[in-house]
């Protein structure tokens, strides 16, 4: 090979590993981008229009004149480095507009578009034939694969500080070819003007070693772990707790008591969220009353807590109310299983009534909170797993079945609350995962399932079609104070508790009496008004009639779940309801 075709070679293999390197840092940007403003905008607000926004930068970046390398690569690294500023600053911003649509668009277009551009441009003018291969299709195609091999890593990097390496590199290289370009002038420079300019090449490099050597500099959001609660100076708002877990940002904090008297502001309640959804909450402060002035619950450091903010997790507590069931009938329950754990209301409830509670809950920064500020008793760590509830039940079914003695304790009680962020995990509501289930509860257990969404959408239907497929029967239950109209059924978000089992007996439940309600006004005021929370399941279906094709369409397997797509509309407007429940500087505090 001539020593022409050998550099040529070399230099088209550099310009490939170069794209490769570009292609790699834009899904790695992409991804801490999402990342950073999904507490601000929501999961699924987000994810609406980010690739047709990736897609239109990445175009324009291929037809529109580009900038100089050198100044694109300055650019590039400014824009980085300053993104925890503007995903956080921008986005907060833009979501008090209230609008799941425009909120993030404004965002995305004013963060995240530049950088991609800039990038595309930076590509382009190493090789643009390689480039608009590897570029042009979808800057966000590597970043599911480098998502799952984030997960696969001891350590998780933040946001922040991926922001600080990506935009450091950028201008390193800026600052190594300033240098190079004017070597052969610096030779010639004498005195001060050769120390100036040599100056001039460095100095860009101080902010990136800066924001190197302390990431948390240019992040506006609270240190995780905090050292001590954080309270705010613009609202009555305290944050006992932040952390950036495996579902997203965690955070426990207390609207405190207002400093006026007669504030209508909502106030006294201690929140566990998780991102931009409130996974529970309890009532504080003077808002604590019990029944006969019982002693309230506390947490860890003694602290008295009230009732629930929400009736839904004291609903699926009257699976302990059926009384169709052997178990129903002497009230004998033992074992529950909480699958997906939330505050732990319902968890800690069955602990109290001397029923064992065996918690599977995802994300181990929502099982600390429980513990530390939401008064969950220590079960024990042989009755709580931290993981994946599919991957769990699974391995449980296989146990039970491969145990000839038939020992091995079964569930006559599951609690199936997975709601975040406007929906629910879709493959943990296939008819599979729920025959799966089924072979690790006792024989006429029974299985409360929530569900937040409209009543008469195509997620409803699919869920109940599925545990009628599952189960044999259930009945359905809400959470509102007043019946629910017809129109409720079409527009309102409304909580929903089904009560399923494989009993061959109609399920019945039995009237509530003072020892269920722990001291709880709210246990009283839900468990003694079943009869008015009961939802005919028919309605929920849409009609009485229900052919083979129908269930076909609704029916969720591994194969067939259309689940997320259907519920995507419905976290739109869970993402408004949650900033009409909340002030916005409750939402950008984390």
Known sequence: MSTEAHS????????????????????????????????????????????????????????????????????????????????????????????????????????????????????????????????????????????????????????????????????????????????????????????VQQIRSILPMLFPALTLMFPGMLSPTLSSPLGSPFESSAYPLRILSTTQSTTGVIVVGELLPPPVENSTALHSIRFLRASHSILGGVWTDNKIVTIDNVQPLTDEQGTPLGDSIYSAFVLQEAARLVNSTPQGKTGTWENALVIGLGAGISATAFSQHGITPTIVEIDPAVHDAARRYFGLPDLGQDKVFLEDARRWVGRKRASIESDDSQEIAKYDIVVHDCFSGGGVPEHLFTVEFWNDLKTIMSPEGVVAVNFAGKLASDASRAILTTLLKAFGQCRAFHDLLEPISEEQFYTDFINLVFFCSTSNVPLTFRPSVKEDYLGSYLRHHVLSSLDKREVNIHQIRGSRIWSSETEEKFLLTDMNNKLNEWQRDEALDHWKLMRELLPDVVWETY
């Open 8 to 195: 040529a070679a070399y230099t088209s293999a550099k310009g490939s590993i170069s794209i490769f390197v570009i292609s790699i840092g834009l899904a790695l940007f992409t991804s801490a981008y999402e990342t950073a403003v999904v507490p601000l905008l929501g999961d699924a607000p987000t994810q609406k229009y980010l690739n047709y926004v990736v897609q239109g930068s990445t175009g324009l970046a291929l037809i529109v004149p580009r900038l100089s390398t050198s100044k694109i690569l300055l650019l590039l690294g400014t824009l980085t480095l300053l993104a925890p500023y503007a995903s956080y600053w921008v986005g907060s911003y833009a979501a008090r507009l209230g609008d799941p649509i425009q909120s993030p668009l404004i965002t995305h277009v004013s963060v995240l578009a530049p950088v991609i551009y800039l990038a595309v441009s930076l590509a382009m003018s190493i090789d643009a034939r390689l480039a608009m291969l590897v570029l042009a299709a979808n800057a966000l195609q590597l970043r599911p694969l480098l998502e799952l091999a984030a997960s696969l890593l001891p350590f998780k990097a933040s946001s922040t500080t991926i922001f600080a390496v990506l935009g450091s590199t950028p201008i390193i290289i800026w600052t190594w070819l300033s240098i190079s370009t004017d070597e052969a002038t610096l030779r010639k420079e004498q005195g001060t003007r050769k120390h």
